[in-house]
């Protein structure tokens, strides 16, 4: 079976719109203070970073965060950021990710969190398509989970 790497994880962007269906389901467990990976465009929350203020150098202590990174290289500083942050006192960190479970910052990070796979692929932004890729939610800290509905189309 021929595999291509290309397809699978390449695309025009790295930034992928939160599906809002997606985040309002989430949103009503973690009630979400801040989105540290977002534009003046598609932010979820008031309180928000765009690449100009840079949500990796900004302190995410206190929030209930919810992160969906860009999603190229620099995912596993995203990651990395949503695992520390998350030991701190009051703070969680929702983060929706592709579900890459064979990439090092599954195993370094999200092994920790709660991981919740997503039913089906989603459709970001106004896509018509559906992502060329799986996604998963992984909650930090693990210990403030509680159970939630299906997550999916």
């Known amino acids: 079976m021929a595999f291509n790497k290309e397809v699978m994880f390449s695309s025009a962007t790295e930034e992928w719109a939160t599906p809002q269906n997606i985040f309002d389901t989430l949103d009503k467990q973690f009630?979400?203070?801040l989105d540290p990976c977002s534009t003046d465009e598609n932010h979820k929350c008031e309180t928000y970073f765009t690449k100009?203020?840079?949500?990796?150098?900004?302190?995410?202590?206190g929030h209930?965060?919810?992160m969906?990174?860009?999603?190229?290289?620099?995912?596993?500083?995203?990651v990395k950021k949503a695992?520390?942050?998350s030991q701190k006192e009051?703070?969680?960190v929702v983060c929706l990710l592709p579900a890459r479970t064979d990439t090092k910052w599954f195993h370094k990070y999200c092994v920790h969190g709660s991981i919740w796979f997503v039913k089906g692929r989603l459709r970001f932004g106004g896509s018509k398509n559906s992502a060329p890729f799986?996604?998963?939610?992984?909650?930090?800290p693990k210990s403030r989970?509680?159970?939630?509905?299906r997550i999916g189309p």
């Open 134 to 140: 799986p996604s998963m939610v992984v909650i930090f």
């Open 64 to 66: 209930s965060v919810f």
């Open 90 to 92: 009051n703070t969680t």
């Open 145 to 149: 989970v509680k159970q939630t509905k």
């Open 52 to 61: 100009k203020e840079n949500g990796l150098a900004q302190s995410w202590i």
């Open 68 to 78: 969906n990174p860009p999603y190229g290289n620099e995912i596993k500083k995203w």
């Open 83 to 85: 695992w520390l942050s």
């Open 31 to 33: 009630k979400f203070t």
